[in-house]
């Protein structure tokens, strides 16, 4: 069995946003070399997501409606674990969100249902922020 392991530096100009990486885990997987297997794809930080979902633009906004909805960034007073930080909406979107991704590899491809795409999801950006991508298979 054959592993491979990258890092991607993600920093973004906005607290939130949301970035399509699934070219950068396309070019992970052609790094590898490994035709069969799964790949995992995790944020590695505690205030972002990675998740699958549809490419359309409507659908980030509505993301944006809904998580301010369940957990809105302001007042930042109105959470315990905004002392030195005001990020606890940041915590609690990336809980919604989820961590990780595990995608099937079939042939050499990324197995994604239909209109599946791998996102990158920032709650408490301007900062850098990692993506750990981990191949396994053969
Ligand atoms: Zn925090």
């Known amino acids: 069995m054959k592993t491979f392991r ?4 993600i920093h973004t100009q906005t ?3 949301y970035i399509n990486i699934t070219r950068q885990v396309e070019e992970a997987l052609i790094e590898s070399g490994i035709r069969e297997g799964l790949v995992l ?3 590695m930080n505690i205030t972002s997501s990675v ?9 980030f906004q509505d993301f ?7 957990a809105p960034e302001k007042p930042h007073s109105q959470y315990k674990h905004n002392g030195f930080e005001d990020n606890a909406d940041a915590h609690l979107k990336r809980q919604i969100m989820g961590r990780e991704v595990v995608v099937a590899i079939t042939e050499g491809k990324l197995d994604f249902g239909t209109w599946e ?8 950006g301007k900062r850098d922020k990692r993506v750990l991508i981990k191949i396994i298979g053969e």
Not at 6 to 9: F, M, P
Not at 51 to 59: A, M, P, W
Not at 117 to 124: A, K, P, T
């Open 6 to 9: 990258k890092e991607l530096k």
């Open 15 to 17: 607290r939130r946003a």
């Open 41 to 43: 794809v995790n944020a």
């Open 51 to 59: 998740f699958i979902n549809d490419d359309e633009s409507g659908l």
């Open 64 to 70: 944006e409606v809904f998580l301010e909805r369940l």
């Open 117 to 124: 795409q791998i996102f990158y999801g920032e709650y408490d």
